[in-house]
T-cell receptor, first 106, second 118 residues
């Protein structure tokens, strides 16, 4: 059973770029990687999804190396409002675990 | 589109009371889910449904029941409330099932119901 591993918490300051890496060593050949964001007192919301190389949208970028055993969520120039928990999911491990709690400081 | 709506937003129950948490989605999604989230923890799947009339247990089903008579509605029933059921409950829906289609589904979550059992 594939399992994802990501840091429990990260701190950053406003304006910095934040990179959160998730390892998924046993990801299957056809599986996508999905990231969700959860603000306090809200349900998670989808932010980005990818299969390989790089995906970018208005919120974030997702970098996936050739071996696909990890992925990195990149948030450019974070603000206080990016303080949230970020979850990495792959199909064989669809549990919303503890995620990564990002705290952005002024 | 309202997306996924949940009622009530907050409820206090006494031990042994029962209640139903309501969830409705207007996206015509076949798949619906109930999660609970304890303070500082991740989400745990309680029950899910793959379509009207079909439900199945998730990771933590004990103490809960569900039904799915329509595509839109997926209520969660607590029969005998216990303090251990104090949590925030989230309902979600998706077009494709969790982990299917290579994980290309997106789950849409409701705003949550905060339940306190005293």
């Amino acid at each position: 059973l594939a399992k994802t591993t990501q840091p429990i918490s990260m701190d950053s300051y406003e304006g910095q770029e934040v990179n959160i890496t998730c390892s998924h060593n046993n990801i299957a050949t056809n599986d996508y990687i999905t990231w969700y964001q959860q603000f306090p007192s809200q349900g998670p919301r989808f932010i980005i999804q990818g299969y390989k190389t790089k995906v970018t949208n208005e919120v974030a970028s997702l970098f996936i190396p050739a071996d696909r055993k990890s992925s990195t969520l990149s948030l450019p120039r974070v603000s206080l409002s990016d303080t949230a928990v970020y979850y990495c999911l792959v199909p064989n491990d669809m549990r919303f675990g503890a995620g990564t709690r990002l705290t952005v400081k002024p | 589109n309202a997306g996924v709506t949940q009622t009530p937003k907050f409820r206090i129950l006494k031990i042994g009371q029962s209640m139903t948490l309501q969830c409705t989605q207007d996206m015509n999604h076949n798949y619906m889910y109930w999660y609970r989230q304890d303070p500082g923890m991740g989400l745990k799947l309680i029950y899910y449904s793959v379509g009207a009339g079909i439900t199945d247990k998730g990771e933590v089903p004990n103490g809960y029941n569900v039904s799915r008579s329509t595509t839109e509605d997926f209520p969660l029933r607590l029969e005998l409330a216990a303090p251990s059921q104090t949590s925030v409950y989230f309902c979600a829906s998706s077009q494709v099932g969790r982990g299917l289609a290579g994980g290309r589904e997106t789950q849409y979550f409701g705003p949550g119901t905060r339940l306190l059992v005293l």
